[in-house]
């Protein structure tokens, strides 16, 4: 390997580790409660998107609208059911930032596997992170390919 | 003047599997492979039957769960990903067609293969057995059929994957078609041109690291019966309808060993390469190919939005609740996976050829040679949706193995296991590993593939163009699985 293609591999790799394992900047952590009514029928939440802030204490109240459904919030853990007539509550500090699906834990229907919501506890640096690891890895894939000239056709092939 | 006969290709590199005894005993066994795919058949009518007859609620009935969660999640997490067509080998619904096309079970008798069905002569010489053995028409072959096979599916997969009766119904004819068509055709024509599973398969066994080829080109062409092809009373012929001696990719070749154990000079290896070799092959570069690519990528897109995504009312129209529902979400299934997929990769094709000179190719040869590098990140997205899928789904498994027809059994005590997520919050962390590693994959085979098209020469423009959309492409992905929806 050419020392111009080293040089981008640890180039890549040290770009990548300070992707991963640096803090990216922010908002601050937020505190206090949000509580959120969530309300279950066939097949979906609504809202089916909640954002919350980190280190938010959240409260999800669950009210079933058509029959029993269940809520789990994946990554967290928690979870609660709800009959018509009887919401349920779940209740979390959201410590964890990223996008967790909300999933219906109670077979519901056919659809029942595919009842999901989404909770976004933001800062979403996950995403950030991996559009950044996308970036450079496209960048440094090019850069390491262009660092050497590609042989003629014929020339040394496997 | 007779035209020069094409060169022999060229034995791969890699890292022969066949070597070691224990693994050419294990392939000379053909009985190995029939107790498996009998296995899988028996998985197979247990499906149907759990679908037909069993209860409505997919995640208790087997059919749903052993098919759409437990075979797909290893089929394309594992099998396909690291082996290419592996589950072909023991994919039990051309096995009665084979059986009774061989006359035979297992091993061939020893006077050679007899028919224990022949309504007609043999019309090919590859159809040593049973069955009319009829050519598949000409104007079929190619993967088209099973390109529309796939987006009928697809588009009905929101109904096929809730209702355990249609996933039976599905399976069942699948098994006749398969039963029908090897009575009339010769050997393995529905898994070639039919099955709408086999053509992504295929698609996507030309990154596997695993591959069966030649151990030397040479050795076949000295060798006139050609007993891997045509059989003999060692064995059966390809039942894929290959040529073994010049088989230069994976796509059609399901892995049997039928041509390792019939091959008299012992000339037929497996091992394990470097993937995507098989992307470069520039001669078997096809249109049908290209949109198969183009129709894999599209719909790896389509399902997480529909089946993961928080709307409900896309999810009622993909389940045919309401006609004209159903016929807008089948319009934009099909105007993407045919219209505004490939129409994105003209353009990438057109801006490319100027960018890197390559002015000499046609326009729809471009087109054709680009959708290769999609397969790397098309498989990577599908190994992203079915992670989603499988991680959060597999525990109803256990359930259902005590009580595959959910009438209240509770044959191996896990009747009562309660559904919990495997490995929750890990599924992000490895959709996002997986479709990185797709994307550094597509740019690698960008580059050889525009490297085959300029003579050896490669163009930073071109692929710097190329890699732009794919880079595009897979923040789509990202965004998807880590991203806010809505």
Same mark, same amino acid.
């Given at each position: 390997? %050419?020392?111009?293609?080293?040089?981008?591999?640890?180039?890549?790799?040290?770009?990548?580790?300070?992707?991963?394992?640096?803090?990216?900047?922010? %908002?601050?952590?937020?505190?206090?409660?949000?509580?959120?009514?969530?309300?279950? %029928?066939?097949?979906?939440?609504?809202?089916?998107?909640?954002?919350?802030?980190?280190?938010?204490?959240? #409260?999800?109240?669950?009210?079933?609208? /058509?029959?029993?459904?269940?809520?789990?919030? /994946?990554?967290?853990?928690?979870? #609660?059911?709800?009959?018509?007539?009887?919401? *349920?509550?779940?209740? +979390?500090?959201? /410590?964890?930032?990223?996008?967790f699906p909300l999933r219906c834990s109670t077979v519901c229907g056919p659809l029942h596997p595919f009842m999901l919501g989404e909770l976004i506890v933001e800062p979403n640096r996950p995403l950030w992170r991996a559009v950044a690891l996308a970036l450079?890895?496209?960048?440094? #894939?090019?850069? +390491?390919?262009?660092?050497?000239?590609?042989?003629?056709?014929?020339? *040394?092939?496997? | 003047?007779?035209?020069?006969?094409?060169?022999?290709?060229?034995?791969?590199?890699?890292?022969?599997?066949?070597?070691?005894?224990?693994?050419?005993?294990? !392939?000379?066994?053909?009985?190995?492979?029939?107790?498996?795919?009998?296995?899988?058949?028996?998985?197979?009518?247990?499906?149907? &039957?759990?679908?037909?007859?069993?209860?409505?609620a997919g995640s208790a009935n087997f059919g749903i769960v052993f098919v759409w969660i437990v075979w797909w999640g290893l089929l394309m997490t594992l099998l396909l990903p690291l082996g290419g067509r592996l589950w072909c080998l023991v994919c039990p619904?051309?096995?009665?067609?084979?059986?009774?096309?061989?006359?035979?079970?297992?091993?061939?008798?020893?006077?050679?293969?007899?028919? !224990?069905?022949?309504?007609?002569?043999?019309?090919?010489?590859?159809?040593?057995?049973?069955?009319?053995?009829?050519?598949?028409?000409?104007?079929?072959?190619?993967?088209?059929?099973?390109?529309?096979?796939?987006?009928? $599916?697809?588009?009905? @997969?929101?109904?096929?994957?809730?209702?355990?009766?249609?996933?039976?119904? =599905?399976?069942?004819?699948?098994?006749?078609?398969?039963?029908?068509?090897?009575?009339?055709?010769?050997?393995? @024509?529905?898994?070639?041109?039919?099955?709408?599973?086999?053509?992504?398969?295929?698609?996507?066994?030309?990154?596997?690291?695993?591959? =069966?080829?030649?151990?030397?080109?040479?050795?076949?062409?000295?060798?006139?019966?050609?007993?891997?092809?045509?059989?003999?009373?060692?064995?059966?012929?390809?039942?894929?309808?290959?040529?073994?001696?010049?088989?230069?990719?994976?796509?059609?070749?399901?892995?049997?060993?039928?041509?390792?154990?019939?091959?008299?000079?012992?000339?037929?290896?497996?091992?394990?390469?470097?993937?995507?070799?098989?992307?470069?092959?520039?001669?078997?570069?096809?249109?049908?190919?290209?949109?198969?690519?183009?129709?894999?990528?599209? @719909?790896?897109?389509?399902?997480?939005? $529909?089946?993961?995504?928080?709307?409900?009312?896309?999810?009622?129209?993909?389940?045919?609740?309401?006609?004209?529902?159903?016929?807008?979400?089948?319009?934009?299934?099909? !105007?993407?996976?045919?219209? =505004?997929?490939?129409?994105?990769?003209?353009?990438?094709?057109?801006?490319?050829?100027?960018?890197?000179?390559?002015?000499?190719?046609?326009?729809?040869?471009?087109?054709?040679?680009?959708?290769?590098?999609?397969?790397?990140?098309?498989?990577?997205?599908? $190994?992203?949706?079915?992670?989603?899928?499988?991680?959060?789904?597999?525990?109803?498994?256990?359930?259902?193995?005590?009580?595959?027809?959910?009438?209240?059994?509770?044959?191996?005590?896990?009747?009562?296991?309660?559904?919990?997520?495997?490995?929750?919050?890990?599924?992000?962390?490895?959709?996002? !590993? $997986?479709?990185?590693?797709?994307?550094?994959?597509?740019?690698?085979?960008?580059?050889?593939?525009?490297?085959? &098209?300029?003579?050896?020469?490669?163009?930073?423009?071109?692929?710097?163009?190329?890699?732009?959309?794919?880079?595009?492409?897979?923040?789509?992905?990202?965004?998807?699985?880590?991203?806010?929806?809505?």
């Open positions: 390997m %050419s020392r111009l293609r080293l040089a981008v591999l640890v180039g890549v790799a040290m770009l990548g580790a300070a992707i991963l394992a640096l803090p990216w900047p922010g %908002s601050p952590p937020v505190p206090g409660e949000r509580e959120v009514v969530v309300r279950a %029928s066939q097949y979906a939440y609504a809202p089916g998107v909640i954002r919350v802030g980190r280190m938010e204490q959240v #409260t999800l109240v669950l009210e079933a609208e /058509d029959m029993t459904h269940g809520l789990y919030v /994946d990554g967290y853990g928690a979870k #609660t059911e709800a009959v018509p007539g009887r919401p *349920g509550r779940l209740r +979390f500090v959201a /410590d964890r930032v990223g996008k450079l890895l496209a960048a440094g #894939t090019v850069a +390491f390919l262009a660092a050497e000239p590609a042989r003629r056709a014929g020339e *040394g092939e496997a | 003047m007779k035209p020069a006969a094409a060169p022999p290709p060229t034995p791969t590199a890699g890292w022969e599997l066949t070597r070691y005894r224990p693994i050419r005993a294990l !392939l000379a066994r053909r009985s190995l492979n029939w107790a498996a795919m009998t296995a899988a058949l028996g998985g197979l009518l247990l499906a149907i &039957l759990a679908g037909l007859l069993g209860t409505a619904i051309p096995a009665a067609g084979e059986w009774l096309q061989r006359g035979a079970l297992v091993d061939p008798p020893s006077a050679g293969p007899t028919p !224990l069905l022949q309504i007609a002569p043999a019309r090919s010489a590859a159809a040593a057995g049973g069955g009319m053995g009829r050519s598949w028409p000409r104007r079929w072959q190619g993967i088209w059929l099973q390109n529309a096979g796939f987006l009928a $599916v697809a588009l009905f @997969s929101t109904v096929i994957l809730s209702r355990p009766a249609v996933t039976g119904g =599905l399976l069942l004819a699948f098994l006749l078609a398969a039963l029908v068509l090897a009575a009339i055709f010769e050997h393995r @024509s529905f898994c070639r041109y039919v099955c709408p599973v086999g053509g992504f398969i295929g698609l996507y066994a030309l990154i596997s690291p695993l591959e =069966l080829r030649v151990r030397d080109p040479l050795v076949c062409q000295g060798h006139r019966t050609k007993d891997c092809a045509l059989g003999s009373a060692a064995g059966y012929g390809c039942p894929w309808l290959l040529t073994p001696w010049s088989l230069e990719r994976n796509a059609a070749c399901g892995l049997c060993g039928e041509c390792f154990r019939t091959c008299p000079k012992e000339n037929v290896a497996v091992r394990l390469r470097w993937p995507g070799r098989d992307l470069l092959v520039a001669s078997a570069w096809r249109l049908d190919e290209a949109y198969k690519a183009c129709i894999m990528l599209s @719909s790896a897109a389509i399902y997480p939005l $529909v089946l993961l995504g928080p709307w409900g009312r896309l999810k009622a129209w993909a389940n045919l609740e309401t006609l004209s529902g159903f016929a807008a979400y089948a319009a934009a299934f099909l !105007l993407l996976s045919l219209g =505004l997929l490939p129409g994105l990769h003209l353009a990438l094709a057109a801006v490319v050829r100027r960018a890197a000179g390559l002015a000499g190719v046609s326009l729809g040869r471009l087109f054709v040679a680009l959708a290769y590098p999609l397969i790397p990140l098309g498989l990577a997205a599908w $190994v992203a949706f079915t992670l989603a899928f499988v991680f959060a789904n597999a525990a109803y498994a256990l359930p259902v193995l005590s009580d595959p027809f959910g009438w209240g059994w509770d044959l191996f005590g896990t009747a009562g296991v309660a559904w919990r997520p495997l490995l929750p919050g890990w599924a992000p962390r490895l959709q996002a !590993l $997986v479709l990185l590693l797709g994307l550094v994959g597509s740019i690698v085979a960008a580059d050889g593939v525009l490297r085959r &098209l300029g003579d050896g020469r490669r163009s930073l423009a071109g692929l710097a163009a190329a890699a732009l959309l794919l880079t595009a492409e897979t923040i789509g992905f990202l965004w998807l699985y880590l991203g806010a929806l809505a």
